[in-house]
């Protein structure tokens, strides 16, 4: 199974901030990686499709990029509804894995 | 408006049986691949399973870890999906999601749009 890691595990940041977190694969998945925003008690909503892709309604602040193993999200611009945590996926090979999410708070 | 909903969930006594299931408005379920997913108390996200879409004959795969156990079928006319799951045991518990696939370019990319999910809990 392809391992999925992300880093940080947790931060701290303002408003306004420039938050990225970094995603990698244990092997090379091409660009077939997502990126999803998860609220307590709520579902997941999906943000980046094939690595760079912005999802239809996600405000243009978020932006990913990478291919093969290493891959990012970056919000460009922190605002007080994206305190949230935000997990990586693969689904270039079966299963699809999970990484075990990056909590983006407050500072 | 595109919106998936699950039900279904509750509580099951270990090695028993449930059957969620996953409706969809605003679309043709049988034109998209889609997925479940299950989230633990306080953990991450688990794939489940995938079901592709009826020009692939709602082919399915699995994780290893409900492999034999789950299975995925539809019922066209309910425009819905579901999620069959047998010899359930503790660590089954979770929220369980259904998820549908974006088509872009030809490629099928996982998990566009979310249900809210359901719970189901296995315990004596």
């Known amino acids: 199974d392809i391992q999925m890691t992300q880093s940080p595990s947790s931060l701290s940041a303002s408003v306004g901030d420039r938050v990225t977190i970094i995603c990698r694969a244990s092997q090379g998945i091409s660009n077939f990686l997502a990126w999803f925003q998860q609220k307590p008690g709520k579902a997941p909503k999906s943000l980046i499709y094939a690595a760079s892709g912005l999802q239809s309604g996600v405000p243009s602040r978020f932006s990913g990029s990478g291919s093969g193993t290493d891959f990012s999200l970056t919000i460009s611009s922190l605002q007080p509804e994206d305190f949230a945590t935000y997990y990586c996926q693969q689904y270039k090979t079966y299963p699809f894995t999970f990484g075990p999410g990056t909590k983006v708070d407050i500072k | 408006e595109v919106q998936l909903v699950e039900s279904g969930g509750g509580l099951v006594q270990p090695g028993g049986s449930l059957r969620l299931s996953c409706a969809a408005t605003?679309?043709?379920?049988?034109?998209?691949?889609m997925n479940w997913a299950r989230q633990s108390p306080g953990k991450g996200l688990e794939w489940v399973g995938r079901?592709?879409?009826?020009?692939?004959?709602?082919?399915?795969e699995y994780a290893a870890s409900v492999k034999g156990r789950f299975s995925i079928s539809r019922d066209d006319s309910k425009n819905s999906v579901y999620l069959q799951m047998d010899s359930l045991k503790t660590e089954d518990t979770a929220v369980y999601y259904c998820a549908r696939d974006l088509l872009r370019d030809r490629i099928w990319h996982a998990f566009e749009i979310w249900g809210r999910g359901t719970t189901v809990t296995v315990s004596s």
């Open positions: 079901s592709r879409d009826k020009a692939h004959s709602y082919t399915a």
């Open positions: 605003g679309f043709s379920l049988s034109d998209y691949y």
